[in-house]
């Protein structure tokens, strides 16, 4: 097995010696180093690093973040290290074992798909916000982005060489670097399983360079981008629905149903030509072709108008409803519900 382990650092404590010590006595020779421009207090701890055979040390002027330090380490094993099955990326403070990493590694040389480390966040010993921040991503994940997983933020990950190219393509410089691979990686069909690991937090994690707040809510925006385009499409929808029911209250007089159905397809026509090409051009950067996947758009947004006038209609009806104002409100309720599913049908057979 030929595979390089990537170690991405920031002002590391004496404990990366012994990381780097433990993965040479498992048998992994190449250790590259990325210092992402530390302080110079721990040119010291760099210094004993150089003068291990088994390491590189890649250096970047100032602090460039954990996404740039891992895309600086992909670039340096695609062209120094063109026959390795694949890299395996780990963390500078133990919280991998040497054990872990070597499993990783022999499951992603011997099946040629990623392996990501799993850790169990239903342990006692795991930081409260490390617990929250992991299973709000995971159910984001798994609601908005159709990837079930269980550790969305493990910095243990075994990936072949073949997916290297694409990955240093990604944007993202940071921690949300992280998550735009596996986004990228369903997207690009690059298959990868998890591998359950040791969870190993020390002095609570107190280590980290994460910062719950900044960092959060880059990886959030570049997840929920996937579900505004549907959102600010569902208010034009309502929008436009309320605007056509007030216009034609006089026009159709007492026949209810005929104005809600109008409403509703005018609504529909504007506001899903406008939700198709943002979606195909910009959240779900479609490579199918326009004639594709227009007409499986428009399949599902027939049907979807069809239920949604149904349930608006039959609800108005049920409660005697007449008024346009709470018919507005009844739509708004009933397409946030659709939008849901309208969402993840677009995600895995209209975009595919």
């Not at 392996?115 to 709000?136: C, E, W």
């Not at 406008?274 to 049907?303: D, E, H, P, W």
Request: with cysteine.
């Amino acid at each position: 097995m030929n595979v390089p382990v990537i170690i991405p650092t920031f002002n590391p404590k004496e404990k990366i010696i012994e990381v780097i010590d433990g993965l040479n006595n498992k048998g992994f020779k190449n250790i590259i180093i990325i210092d992402d421009g530390s302080k110079p207090e721990c040119a010291n701890i760099f210094s004993e690093i150089e003068k291990k055979s088994c390491c590189t040390l890649l250096r970047h002027e100032v602090n460039r973040g954990k996404g740039r330090g891992l895309k600086t380490g992909f670039e340096y094993v695609i062209k120094n290290f063109p026959d390795c099955d694949g890299v395996v990326t780990t963390d500078d403070d133990g919280q991998h074992t040497p054990d872990d990493i070597m499993r990783c590694a022999e499951i992603m040389a011997r099946d040629k798909v990623a392996v990501l480390g799993a850790r169990d966040f239903s342990q006692d010993n795991v930081p409260p916000k490390s617990k929250f921040g992991n299973n709000m991503t995971r159910i984001v994940f798994r609601i908005v982005c159709g990837i079930k997983i269980t550790d969305t933020q493990t910095g243990l990950r075994a990936i072949p060489l073949g997916y290297l190219e694409q990955l240093c393509k990604i944007s993202g410089e940071r921690f949300e670097y992280e998550t735009n691979m596996l986004l990228e990686m369903k997207k690009q069909g690059l298959e990868f399983k998890e591998e359950t690991i040791s969870t190993i937090y020390s002095d609570n994690n107190s280590g980290t360079h994460f910062n719950p707040l900044t960092d959060s809510i880059k990886i959030y925006a570049i997840i929920l981008k996937y579900a505004l385009s549907s959102l600010i499409c569902s208010l034009i929808d309502v929008g436009i629905f309320t605007l056509v029911n007030l216009l034609t209250i006089s026009f159709f007089g007492e026949n209810e149903s005929l104005r809600v159905f109008v409403a509703t397809a005018t609504a529909r026509v504007v506001s899903s030509l406008t939700n198709y090409f943002v979606n195909q051009r910009g959240v779900f950067q479609s490579k199918q072709s326009v004639k594709k996947s227009i007409v499986k758009y428009y399949i599902l947004a027939v049907i979807q108008l069809v239920v949604s006038f149904l349930l608006v209609n039959g609800v108005s009806m049920l409660f005697g409803v007449e008024s346009s104002g709470w018919q507005t409100l009844i739509k708004a309720v009933i397409d946030t519900i659709l939008f849901f599913f309208s969402f993840s049908i677009q995600r895995d057979w209209v975009y595919k």
